[in-house]
């Protein structure tokens, strides 16, 4: 279901039984544009953080020796 308060009421008015679940692309989307504006202030304030940004997004497995120091 979409994150929207307005299929949330309709759903709720229209199946009162039902149980209210939201679809993994939204959850997602939205914690990532959270982590997006995080790191944007984040960014400004320690600029040696600069570039990391994919170096956070990647799998722990996938990361070269130096990500994975810059990471900790």
């Known amino acids: 279901m979409a994150l929207s308060p307005a299929f949330i009421t309709g759903a709720a008015a229209y199946f009162p039984v039902a149980e209210i679940t939201f ?7 939205l914690l ?23 170096t956070f997004l990647k799998n722990r497995e996938n990361l070269s020796g130096k990500q994975a120091t810059s990471r900790v």
């Open 32 to 54: 990532n544009e959270a982590m997006d504006k995080v790191r944007k202030d984040t960014r400004k304030e320690y600029e040696p953080l600069k570039g990391l940004k994919y």
């Open 23 to 29: 679809d993994r692309f939204h959850e997602v989307k």
